[in-house]
């Protein structure tokens, strides 16, 4: 089984910054990818940012030069450093994995439970 824990979640006001971390625990062979997703009331959820084994990144429009994704291979957690915020950021952040487990030929994909970042104006 694998489970990945967010944590860093908040109110923050217009400007701001905040940290989200993701941490991956369980029976992992190897990680593929991990990302960030968000999902405002009323929205479909959306890529906000995305990285792969190899240090590759990608980022939404709405966020490029604002976020920064990055990832720590040994402890595997993946980080979202979020600055400069603005209200249209709020939503459930939700960490996204695909994962190589021990014992499996398949990759999985697997889901944090979300944590809630609120930008006041």
């Known amino acids: 089984q694998v489970q990945l824990v967010e944590s860093g979640g908040g109110l923050v006001q217009a400007g701001g910054s905040l940290r989200l971390s993701c941490a991956a625990s369980?029976?992992?062979?190897?990680?593929?990818?991990m990302d960030w997703y968000r999902q405002a009331p009323g929205k479909q959820r959306e890529l906000v940012a995305a990285?792969?084994?190899?240090?590759?990144?990608n980022y939404a429009d709405s966020v490029k030069g604002r976020f920064t994704i990055s990832r720590d291979n040994a402890k595997n957690t993946v980080y979202l450093q979020m600055n400069s915020l603005k209200p249209e950021d709020t939503a459930v952040y939700y960490c996204?994995?695909?994962?190589?487990?021990?014992?499996?030929?398949?990759?999985?994909?697997?889901w944090g439970q979300g944590t809630q970042v609120t930008v006041s104006s």
């Open positions: 996204h994995a695909i994962i190589a487990r021990y014992y499996s030929v398949s990759d999985y994909s697997y």
């Open positions: 990285t792969t084994s190899g240090g590759t990144t």
């Open positions: 369980g029976s992992i062979f190897s990680i593929r990818t």
